[in-house]
C-alpha cells in the first residue's frame, strides 16, 4: 500500500515519511482512528515505505520486490493479526488460516470496515477476537530472523479485541522487541486498550476525512459528479467507507430505475410511462441528467455488445443480461437516433424545460425508434 493510495491526510503521511527519513521509527506505534478512517491503511503504508528498497522522497516506490509483497499482502516479514471467528470453511480460525480472506478483503474493497470482515467471513452471530494463542505465536515468529526485510512488522488489526490475556503477553516485546522489530497496533477504541498497552505505544491520531478529501477522492477515482461527492461526503462524515457504501447504494437504485424505463419504453405502456417521467422529474435535475448519460451508456455498450462481443466492455452479470437482450433489438441506425433523442433531452432539461414532458416525450420517442424498420 502507498501512501498516495490514501487521499488526503497530508499532515499524518508528512509525520510519518519524516520520522523515517530522521531515522527516528518508534517500535511501537498506535494508530488510531474511528471506523471509516484511514488507520489500517497509513499503518500499511508506512511498513511498505519503511522496507521499500527506493524509497521516495513522499512514498514507497511501489516496484521493488518488497513493495510488490507488502501490496498483496504476502511478504515474509509482514505478521498480520486481526480477529477471528471459525467459519464454516475454518473451524480453529486463526490469523493465519484466515489471511488469504482478509487479503482478499483488502484487494476487493480498499476500504473496509469491522462490518465489512464480518461478512466477509460470514459470521455474523459469532464474536470475533484475538486469541490469546495468536500473541503467543507472534512472539515465537518476530524471535527468528527477518527472511528477507530489514524490518519484521507486526500490524495488528483492531487491538481492543484482542483479550487481556493476549495483551499481557505482548507486552514485554512491546517494551523490548527483538531487533528490527516494529509493532504497528490499529485500534479503532483505544479507551479500551489496556492503560500498559497505551503508555508502551506511540499514538498516531488519524483524524477522520474531511469532506473535502472524500468528495474529490469519489470524483478523481469514482467518476462520481460534483454534485453527489459533495453530498455523499457531507452524509458520510468523515467515515470513506461509509461514503463508498452510499455511493453505491445510489447508484444501484438508479441503475435499476433506468433500466425499469427502458423497459417500459420498449414495451411503449403509457401509463408507465407517465409514471416514470413523474418519477424522474421529482429527483434533482443533476440526477435528471445523471439517468439520461446512464441510459445513452446502454445504448452505446449495447450496440458494441452487438458489435464486438463482451470482450471490449466491463459489466457486471446484471448489466450484462439486459444489454444482451437490448443488443437484439437496436443496430446502428437506431441507436444513432436514440442519442439524438437523449441529448436532446439532455440539453432541454439543462435549459430548465419541465422535465416531465421531457421524459415523457424521451420516452414516446425511444419507443417509436424500437418500433422503427430500418
Ligand atoms: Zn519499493
Not at 490514501?6 to 488510531?32: D, R
Request: with cysteine; net charge negative; glycine share 2%.
Amino acid at each position: 500500500m502507498l501512501f498516495a493510495q490514501i487521499p488526503g491526510l497530508t499532515e499524518i503521511k508528512q509525520t510519518l515519511i519524516q520520522s523515517v527519513h530522521n531515522n527516528h521509527v518508534a517500535h511501537a506505534q498506535l494508530f488510531a482512528g474511528t471506523s471509516g478512517s484511514a488507520a489500517f491503511h497509513l499503518a500499511l503504508a508506512y511498513a511498505t515505505f519503511i522496507n521499500c528498497e527506493d524509497k521516495q522522497t513522499n512514498d514507497a516506490c511501489g516496484r521493488c520486490p518488497s513493495c510488490i509483497k507488502y501490496s498483496k499482502l504476502i511478504h515474509p516479514d509482514l505478521h498480520l493479526l486481526f480477529p477471528v471467528a471459525n467459519t464454516d470453511a475454518v473451524k480453529d480460525a486463526t490469523a493465519d488460516a484466515l489471511l488469504p480472506a482478509f487479503r482478499e478483503l483488502v484487494q476487493e474493497r480498499f476500504f473496509f470496515s469491522f462490518q465489512d470482515w464480518i461478512e466477509k467471513l460470514d459470521v455474523e452471530n459469532k464474536q470475533l477476537t484475538i486469541k490469546v494463542e495468536e500473541s503467543r505465536t507472534i512472539i515465537k515468529k518476530i524471535s527468528l530472523k527477518a527472511y528477507e526485510a530489514e524490518y519484521k512488522v507486526v500490524l495488528i488489526w483492531l487491538q481492543e479485541l484482542m483479550g487481556t490475556e493476549g495483551s499481557n503477553a505482548l507486552l514485554k516485546s512491546l517494551e523490548e522487541p527483538p531487533a528490527k522489530t516494529i509493532f504497528l497496533l490499529v485500534s479503532e477504541q483505544p479507551d479500551k486498550l489496556l492503560t500498559t498497552i497505551l503508555s508502551r505505544t506511540q499514538r498516531i491520531t488519524v483524524r477522520p476525512f474531511t469532506d473535502a478529501e472524500i468528495s474529490s477522492f469519489l470524483m478523481d477515482h469514482k467518476q462520481v459528479s460534483a454534485a453527489d461527492a459533495t453530498r455523499i461526503a457531507y452524509l458520510a462524515n468523515g467515515n470513506i467507507v461509509e461514503a463508498l457504501r452510499l455511493m453505491s447504494d445510489e447508484e444501484q437504485d438508479y441503475e435499476s430505475k433506468v433500466k425499469q424505463w427502458l423497459r417500459v419504453c420498449y414495451t411503449g405502456n403509457i401509463p408507465e410511462m407517465i409514471q416514470w417521467s413523474e418519477t424522474f422529474s421529482a429527483s434533482p435535475r443533476e440526477n435528471q441528467k445523471s439517468i439520461l448519460q446512464f441510459a445513452l451508456s446502454i445504448f452505446r455498450d449495447s450496440l458494441m455488445y452487438k458489435e464486438v462481443g463482451t470482450n471490449l466492455i466491463r459489466l457486471d452479470s446484471t448489466e450484462n443480461d439486459l444489454i444482451s437482450k437490448m443488443s437484439a433489438v437496436i443496430d446502428f441506425d437506431k441507436v444513432a437516433k436514440m442519442n439524438t433523442s437523449l441529448n436532446d433531452a439532455y440539453a432541454q432539461v439543462e435549459r430548465n424545460i419541465n422535465s416531465k414532458l421531457v421524459f415523457l416525450d424521451t420516452s414516446f420517442q425511444l419507443f417509436k425508434i424500437f418500433k422503427s424498420v430500418t
